[in-house]
């Protein structure tokens, strides 16, 4: 007869465990299951949707999964140890779930040490998780390198995760999510349309009703989670990497305004509070972070010994309206105004972690570019990003100007196209006084794939089979927007990044098909740059090709 899962690893790690690590796991208590005698083990139960961690610091990380195919209110088991055989607990403790959080997981580890690898998994009585592998943040002091990467914009039905099999293979000690993570909407259907994603791409996961509906209520957002997390690449790189994890819009609605009471958008749209309420909430449950008194705050910060301090700005939750109708028009009547966008207590917040940050680089985790987009006629391709909210754009930018903060980095997802450029005050006819790295996407429509309202009334036909845009039309592009060094409209992939306390060195990790599957990636040539300490503009700082 067969040994459980439970007394098997209790044979061999026997009394290893309760030393070192520990375990808080809060939602027992909110769920009113701290005692054993209400919430029994589980037996059964899959983990389909893979584990994951995030926030890491150097002595704690939050830790996540979800247990599929159970009823009611019960317990998992997670282990957490230092070799993957788990020959070395160091912790072992139950954490309590039911059905009120979708059978989510959450547990926040502490007492671990600094820049250490550990590596954990989740139990029931018959079944266990998928092994995650954790690394710790390095600890104060510390001059280490640090290794991340970034990315944004995985539309789960436009392509295939290429880039993230390319990801998981990466040495990182962290990957930042810039925003949606999920689509609400679904932009392209599954059979017959222009999209070249084959069926075997949403074969695998359930229902079509699930991919094709557009989310309103709570069951449908926990849908989309689960069926983006069918996909082994993504599973891959949580099960790798701890992450540090923002939304944008889409994972609520497509361009929403969260201070709105109705999001700032039209009747059609059918948002409401209601709607944002269900859609933050199957974020928090979803997600590998939020543990602590500020569970349900995005902005946030982490350091990464004396090289990076990363922090992390919400720029939904607090926006009032875009103006000019969000439209490709030149800036119209009140486009000036004042108009929330971090809001006031999240710039104050901000602007402190700047001016107190010692690290050798200040990097802005931002969802929505910074630069300008400018196209023709002197319209601008949008304002939904920092361009529609001038006032607070130039306050942060005078800050960083005025005190002298230098060796600032935007880290930004959202247009689905990788651009590189230098961040200028005076809406980008002033100076320059930080750099942006705009990551592409991993699937979402890139701008070449797209039609594309070019300004002036120039509509530039996208292809969405084999992208190639005219480089002409790029140089057109780059005249009005003299800050931007480089662009790709065609390609999807993300970025890594390697930071040392004397340089910052930037690789556009970019993929040469999400059509069918491949890793193939293109070369790195021109799209790697290596930025030094004091180096206020990107110009002229592409390196040699990655090794």
């Avoid at 436009?158 to 000690?173: F, K, P, T």
């Avoid at 222009?194 to 989310?215: F, H, L, Q, W, Y």
């Avoid at 996909?231 to 992450?243: G, K, T, W």
């Avoid at 070019?454 to 084999?466: C, M, R």
């Amino acid at each position: 007869m067969s040994q459980s899962p439970i007394t098997r690893r209790r044979f061999v790690s026997g009394a290893a465990a309760g030393a070192g690590a520990v375990v808080l796991a809060p939602q027992s208590f909110a769920l009113g299951l701290a005692s054993a005698r209400r919430a029994p083990m589980f037996r059964g139960g899959r983990f389909s949707d893979g584990v994951m961690s995030g926030d890491p610091t150097p002595t704690g990380i939050t830790l996540w999964t979800r247990v599929n195919g159970v009823e009611g209110a019960g317990r998992v088991e997670l282990e957490i140890a230092r070799d993957r055989a788990f020959r070395r607990v160091v912790q072992r403790k139950q954490i309590a779930t039911r059905g009120l959080v979708n059978h989510a997981v959450k547990a926040r580890v502490t007492k671990l040490d600094p820049y250490e690898e550990y590596y954990y998994r989740f139990s029931t009585r018959t079944g266990e998780s998928r092994v995650g592998k954790i690394r710790t943040a390095l600890p104060p002091g510390s001059n280490q390198p640090v290794r991340f990467a970034f990315f944004s914009c995985q539309d789960y039905t436009h392509g295939y995760y290429n880039a993230h099999e390319v990801m998981a293979a990466g040495d990182y000690d962290f990957v930042v999510c810039l925003g949606d993570y999920i689509y609400s909407e679904t932009y392209h259907s599954v059979k017959g349309t222009k999209t070249a994603v084959r069926d075997d791409r949403i074969g695998r996961s359930g229902p079509n009703k699930s991919i094709v509906r557009e989310a309103r209520t709570l069951s449908d957002y926990r849908k989309k989670y689960s069926l983006y997390r069918s996909d082994p690449a993504l599973r891959a790189v949580h099960a790798e990497f701890p992450m540090v994890m923002l939304w944008d819009d889409h994972e609520v609605q497509d361009n929403y305004a969260g201070a709105e009471r109705y999001g700032g958008l039209g009747p059609s749209k059918r948002f409401g509070p209601h709607r944002k309420k269900v859609a933050n909430r199957a974020f928090f449950e979803s997600m590998p972070a939020f543990a602590g008194k500020n569970r349900q705050r995005l902005f946030r910060s982490l350091r990464f010994g004396n090289v990076v301090d990363l922090i992390v700005m919400d720029q939904r939750s607090y926006r009032e309206n875009q103006p000019c109708r969000d439209a490709v028009v030149p800036p119209c009547d009140g486009y000036d105004a004042p108009r929330d966008f971090l809001g006031r207590r999240q710039m104050n917040y901000v602007k402190g972690k700047l001016a107190a940050s010692k690290a050798a680089w200040k990097v802005l985790a931002n969802e929505v570019p910074i630069m300008p987009t400018r196209v023709l006629g002197g319209a601008n391709y949008t304002y939904d990003t920092w361009t529609g909210y001038p006032r607070e754009r130039e306050e942060l930018l005078a800050f960083l100007r005025d005190r002298g903060i230098k060796d600032t980095v935007f880290i930004t997802g959202d247009l689905h196209t990788f651009i590189a450029g230098d961040v200028r005050t005076d809406l980008g006819d002033g100076e320059t006084v930080a750099l942006e790295f705009v990551g592409g996407s991993m699937t979402s429509q890139s701008l070449g794939e797209t039609t594309l309202d070019a300004g002036g009334g120039v509509i530039l036909p996208g292809n969405d089979a084999n992208p190639n845009t005219d480089p002409g039309i790029i140089e057109a592009l780059r005249g009005v927007n003299p800050w931007v060094d480089q662009a790709d409209f065609d390609h999807h992939g993300f970025a890594k990044v390697v930071a040392t306390p004397s340089a910052f060195d930037v690789q556009m990790v970019r993929v040469e098909t999400i059509k069918q599957r491949s890793r193939r990636t293109l070369p790195s040539a021109g799209w790697r740059y290596r930025v030094q300490r004091g180096q206020q503009s990107i110009k002229g700082v592409n390196g040699p090709p990655a090794a």
